[in-house]
Structure formats: structure tokens, C-alpha cells
């Protein structure tokens, strides 16, 4: 049984920065692509930032490039979200998933993940 623990949501002002941490449990962390995905009110769960298993590929969406990096640590089974100049549209519940069939492209579609944490608040305000 994988079990996928997020930690560092808050309440923060934008401009700020945080890092998100997801800790991974369960069968090797290495053999997992992983992924953040995030959801805000209302809205539908929306691919935010992947990597790759050997973390040699990343991938992220448009609205959050060049402002978030992920990365993982394999030797602590953990990857990060490291969120700069963050913004009040940047509100929402963040969900670590693993993926153990997919890579590439793919991973930027929630349905390409088989397991996912609880999440963790990230409230923005102006």
C-alpha cells in the first residue's frame, strides 16, 4: 500500500514564496512518476507541475511556469513543489499523486495518477 503524506500549505500573502513537501511511503519511491495537482473551489482538479521518475523530465502548466519547480529526492522518498511569487488565483487544496504506469506527457492528466495524498490548503491573499 502506497500512502502519500503533502505538508507546507498556509495562509500566505502573494509575493511570497513556499515549498510544498510530499512524502512517500509504501513500495519504491524511485519506481513512481510523481506529480502536484491542485483544486480550488468550484473548479475541477487541474494539473499544476510532474517530473519524472529519475527526475529527468519535468513538466508544468502554463500558468505556473518559470514561478513553481518541482523535484524530488529519491533517497528521502519525497518529491517538492517550490512555489515563488505566489498569487491569489494560486488558492487552492495541492495533491501530490504517484504514477505507476505512466511518463512523458501523460502525467500532466490526472488520470494518469494511481495514488494521492490528502492534500494541503494553499490560501494566497492579496
Known amino acids: 500500500q502506497v500512502q502519500l503524506v503533502e505538508s507546507g500549505g498556509g495562509l500566505v500573502q502573494a509575493g511570497v514564496s513556499l515549498r510544498l513537501s510530499c512524502a512517500v511511503s509504501?513500495?519504491?519511491?524511485?519506481?513512481?512518476?510523481m506529480g502536484w495537482h491542485r483544486q480550488a473551489p468550484g473548479k475541477e482538479r487541474e494539473f499544476v507541475a510532474a517530473?519524472?521518475?529519475?527526475?529527468?523530465?519535468?513538466y508544468y502548466a502554463d500558468s505556473v511556469k518559470g514561478r513553481f519547480t518541482i523535484s524530488r529526492d529519491n533517497a528521502k522518498n519525497t518529491v517538492y513543489l517550490q512555489m515563488h511569487s505566489l498569487k491569489p488565483e494560486d488558492t487552492a487544496v495541492y495533491y501530490c499523486?504517484?504514477?505507476?504506469?505512466?511518463?512523458?506527457?501523460?502525467?500532466?492528466?490526472?488520470?494518469?495518477?494511481?495514488?494521492w495524498g490528502q492534500g494541503t490548503q494553499v490560501t494566497v491573499s492579496s
Open positions: 509504501g513500495r519504491t519511491f524511485s519506481s513512481y512518476a
Open positions: 517530473i519524472s521518475r529519475s527526475s529527468g523530465n519535468t
Open positions: 499523486g504517484a504514477s505507476s504506469i505512466y511518463t512523458g506527457p501523460m502525467l500532466t492528466q490526472p488520470g494518469a495518477y494511481n495514488f
